[in-house]
Every structure is written in C-alpha cells, then in structure tokens.
C-alpha cells in the first residue's frame, strides 16, 4: 500500500509495510549544505514508555480544540533533528496551545548524523500501537529524506505529509517571544503536580486561576499575586495527565505578573524527554494573533544580522541571546531582531530549560513578516501615506478618513486612542498607530544622529 506524499520536495511516496510506517520528509541540511536523502536519525528510544506518551500527549494537542476559535485539520506534529536529539512540536487547533517533546540525547540510542524539520501526522493506528508500548517493548525510530519508520510490536500505519499550516508559522515566532520572557516560577515533584491537577474543581475548566507554590506542592489563588502562574482554562493543562506518572520533576514559568492574563508554560522531566506545555492568555486566544513580534519587527532591517544568527544557530544544538550576541558582535537589540526575523518563518524556537534559542530548518522567506503581520503592513502604509505627525508636545497624530488617532508615550511604552488600544490596552501587542508612530519616531532618531567617520 503507498499513499502520495503531499507537498514539495519528497522524493518518494510514503508507504505501509509490516510493522512499520514511512512517511516521506522534506530535504535537511549537513555541514556542506542542503542533502537530498539525509538520514536524521536512526535507532532506538532508551525509555520506550515515556518517549511513547510524551508523543500521544503532542498528537492530542494538535487534536484538541479549546475554544471556538480557529479551524479543524492540522494534525501533523513538527519534527526536528538538530543533531543531538529529536523534537517534536504542535499547536491546538484554536491555536492557543503549543506543546514540545524533546527526546534527549540520553534517551536516544542511535545515531544523529543530520539536521532537518519534517511534518509527521501520528494517525488512530499509530496513536493504538504507541498506547500499547512499555519499558519491556523495543521502539525504533528513523528519521531521514526518504523515511520516518517507527516500529513497535504493534501494526503501523502510513498518512500523507501535509504542508506545514502558515498559522503553526505565526505561532512558532510568537511563541518563542513568550517563552523568552518567562522566568522558573516553581518547581515540585511530578506526584504533586498529578495530585493538584487531580484536585482542581470541575468547574473551574473554563475560568482563570493562578497558580502559587506551596511547600513542596502548588496551590491556586482567585488573584494576580507576584510570582503567580497564570492557569487560563484549566482543561488545557489536563492532557499532561497521560505524562505524569512517569515523570520525575514539574517546573512552572511565567513573565512578570501585570494583573492582566498571561501566558504560562508547564515543562515535565521524563526518562529520557522533556514535555513542554506552552498556554497562551486566553483559551480564545491562539499564539498566532498575539502580535509580540510586532514591535520588533517594525524596527530598522537587521540587514545582515539574520543570516549571521542563522549561520550560528544551524550547527548548534541551542544558543542563549547574550552567547549569540558575543559571538557575532551585536548588541542584544540587533540579535533579538534577527532572531524575531527568523521567527517569522518558524525558523528558531526557545527552550526554557536551556534558556536558549534552537533552530528548525524550515524555508526562509523574507517577506513573511509583512504578509503575515497586517498591522505591521498597515502601519507602514500609514508612514508611507505620510498620515503620521507629531506634535511639539510629543504627541503623535494619525490622521485617518475616519478621525485623528493620537499615540502618547507612557511610563511603559505607548498608548493610544483608538478602539482597537482601549479594548486591549496593549495585552494583544501595539496598535498599527502606535507601530507607525514608533516607525516615524526611530527614522527621525537616526536621522538627527551624527554620521560615525572612519
């Protein structure tokens, strides 16, 4: 039996054999350049069981749906070989979730000669055969151009690749821009955190709670307290229910609270693995919306600073910011920018266990951070339009058909007086006023700014 593999770039077609399913993957990358049949990985998972649920938990994410926004259909997890280990990745389809599964090096036992991203769809059969596999079992996993093959003592089954959503895009970029701003909250044992999820009142599955250490366990609180870890529906957490009671240790992280709803992610020790459960603000709201790129995005263009990053982080498993920026002589401003330009073609990730940006070998396009940002492209058509003016005061004015909208700085940043500002006050992201206001006040920075002479 042979199913065509969907999308370009697969040499062959994916196919059903006895005992094991190949599914065809997209061209990865070695020390002297792009492969045509790179071999990822191949060999066995040391912790069969914990490799085995960690992928059903990633399969049932990209399966669940928390809300009624976004659409059904993509449920096809993200595989990376960087080289040292395996990671596979995926998004809800309301887009608010995101979980990882890192295999390590200390669970894999074969060898990791290339790089490379491929789409894997962990389909019903599959989901069976892995439910089935304990530490007694062996589970073999290859990974290259021409194949995935996993083997198990169950039958497998074969699904077409699909082409990676451009919404897991926009979500990827703005995903690694909540992890990095997250700091370790708390850490407790695994049969703690199993024991507060248990304990959770059904009721509570929809609301916002937040979530505070206590003694060596967690506990909820109804308030924003300082180091509190905001737990926005929390259902969405009940999938780490299958993880577990394998699991070892449970760390939380969040930004700094503000009072408003934040992002918030949950990161499961296994043999072997790491599982990271990554929630956005709102159980209505998707990653791929939450507008943290923008900002950056619409500084000056980092020219050749992407390709730089892009160049170190191929060959390296994960980088922390302030290693990167040494490495190549920037300052932190210019390699945060590459690498948010890099995010918008899903192109690196952030691992908050590491405290370090990582790199999948997906297609770069350059203009994707327009296209797929249309605040950012609907500000700097207001700067071309030249509907952008600022006063002596400070105050900038955009005048628009509709009205003039103005952008005041504040202690924190910007505001501004649209409805769009007042609805969100800044939670979802800036305004395109506020963006084309920033736009038009770096030109004229730069421009006042002595010329540097040799």
Known sequence: ???????????????????????????????????????????????????????????????????????????????????????????????????????????????????????VDVNLPLQRALALVDDRDLLHVAVGSQDLTVTTAGASLTEAKVTLPPRWVRGFAEAAISLAQMDLRAEVPATEARRFLRALPRGTRQ??????????????????????????????????DAVLPLATTVRLYAPPVTGREAAGAWEVDLPGARLTLVLSPEPARGFSGEGGVL?????????????????????????PLEVIADALALDATRTRRALV???????????????????RELPFDPARAERDNPRLRAARGLVSEGAVHERQDGVVVVRRPDGERHVRRTGTGFACTCPWWVEHTGARGPCKHVLAAQIVLRARTTASQPAVTA
């Open 295 to 319: 900002e950056t995005l619409a500084a000056a263009d980092p020219g050749d600073d992407t390709a730089r990053v892009l160049d170190l982080l191929s060959w390296a498993p994960g980088l």
């Open 1 to 119: 039996m042979t199913v065509p593999a969907r999308g370009a770039g697969h040499p062959r077609e994916s196919a059903l054999s006895p005992g094991a399913l190949r599914l065809e993957t997209g061209l990865g990358v070695g020390p002297t350049g792009p492969l045509g049949s790179p071999r990822f990985f191949q060999g066995f998972l040391r912790h069969p069981a914990a490799a085995a649920r960690g992928l059903l938990s990633v399969a049932a994410v990209a399966r669940a749906r928390y809300s009624t926004a976004g659409q059904a259909g993509f449920r096809d997890p993200v595989v990376t070989a960087d080289g040292t280990s395996l990671r596979f990745e995926s998004f809800s389809s309301c887009g608010g979730v995101h979980a990882r599964l890192d295999l390590l090096p200390d669970g894999l036992d074969g060898e990791a000669a290339q790089r490379g991203t491929t789409n």
């Open 341 to 359: 330009d890099l995010g918008t073609s899903g192109r690196v990730g952030y691992d908050l266990s590491a405290a370090s940006w990582f790199h």
């Open 207 to 240: 609301q916002t709670l937040w979530v505070v250490p206590a003694g060596r366990g967690l506990r909820t609180t109804t308030r924003a307290v300082p180091g509190a870890v905001c737990l926005a529906g929390p259902r969405r957490v009940e999938v780490l």
